[in-house]
C-alpha cells in the first residue's frame, strides 16, 4: 500500500493563478481532510469529507474548493491564488471517525508570489 | 466549537531528561489522539485514548486521559534526540467527527 499519495510536492505559483493540490489514498478509507499549517497556527482544517460525495467545510475553508467523486481521491483546488495561501497542506484519511488514527500525506510545499 | 489549548509552544530539555506536556480543554472531551511531527515531516499518529483515567504506554512515552475527561498527556522518560519534533493533540468533534488540532508543542533535546 502506498498510503496517502500528495502531489506536487512543491509548488510556486503566481498571484490570480489557479491549481489543484492532488490527494490519492489506497487504503479504502471514509474519511479524508485537507489541512494547512502555517508557523504558530498549528494545523488548521480546511474542507473535510467523510464518504464519496459529502464534503464539509473546516476552520478555514474560504479561497478553497473540494470535491469527493470517488472513495480514493479528495482533490483540493486553490481558485485565484493570494500571498495569504502561502502554506503546507497534508491531506489526510481514516477509517469512519478515526479511531486508528489519521495517515497523513507528506505534503506539499504551496508558495504563492 | 471544542478546542485544545497546549501550552508552552516550546520547550527545550537536556538528553536524559524527563518530559512532560499537556493538552487542556474547557470542555469534556470523548477522545484525544496524539500525533508527532518531525521537523520537515508530516504527523504521524502516536495513540488514541477514549476513557476516563486511561493511561497507554509506547516504550518510554505514557499517555494519559484525565479522570474528567478535560485533559491528557504526554511523558517522555529520558529523553532522546529522537524525540525531537512537534506533538500535537487532536479532538474529534461535531456529527461528522472531523478533527481538529491543537497548535503543538515543539520540543528540542540538547545532546
Known amino acids: 500500500n502506498a498510503g496517502v499519495t500528495q502531489t506536487p510536492k512543491f509548488q510556486v505559483l503566481k498571484t490570480g493563478q489557479s491549481m489543484t493540490l492532488q490527494c490519492a489514498q489506497d487504503?479504502?478509507?471514509?474519511?479524508m481532510s485537507w489541512y494547512r499549517q502555517d508557523p504558530g497556527m498549528g494545523l488548521r482544517l480546511i474542507h473535510y469529507s467523510v464518504g464519496a460525495g459529502i464534503t464539509d467545510q473546516g476552520e478555514v475553508p474560504n479561497g478553497y474548493n473540494v470535491s469527493r467523486s470517488t472513495t480514493e481521491d479528495f482533490p483540493l483546488r486553490l481558485l485565484s491564488a493570494a500571498p495569504s495561501q502561502t502554506s503546507v497542506y497534508f491531506c489526510a484519511s481514516s477509517y469512519s471517525r478515526g479511531a486508528g488514527g489519521y495517515t497523513f500525506g507528506s505534503g506539499t510545499r504551496l508558495t504563492v508570489v | 466549537g471544542q478546542q485544545v489549548m497546549q501550552i508552552p509552544q516550546y520547550q527545550h530539555v537536556q538528553e536524559g531528561e524527563d518530559f512532560t506536556t499537556y493538552c487542556n480543554s474547557s470542555?469534556?472531551?470523548?477522545?484525544i489522539q496524539w500525533y508527532k511531527q518531525r521537523p520537515g515531516g508530516h504527523p504521524v499518529f502516536l495513540i488514541q485514548?477514549?476513557?476516563?483515567?486511561e493511561v497507554k504506554k509506547q516504550k518510554r512515552l505514557t499517555f494519559q486521559f484525565g479522570e474528567a475527561k478535560k485533559n491528557s498527556s504526554l511523558h517522555i522518560t529520558a529523553t532522546q534526540t529522537t524525540d525531537v519534533g512537534t506533538y500535537f493533540c487532536a479532538l474529534h468533534t461535531g456529527a461528522n467527527s472531523k478533527l481538529t488540532f491543537g497548535k503543538g508543542i515543539t520540543l528540542s533535546v540538547r545532546p
Open positions: 487504503m479504502n478509507h471514509e474519511y
Open positions: 470542555t469534556t472531551l470523548s477522545n
Open positions: 485514548l477514549v476513557k476516563s483515567g
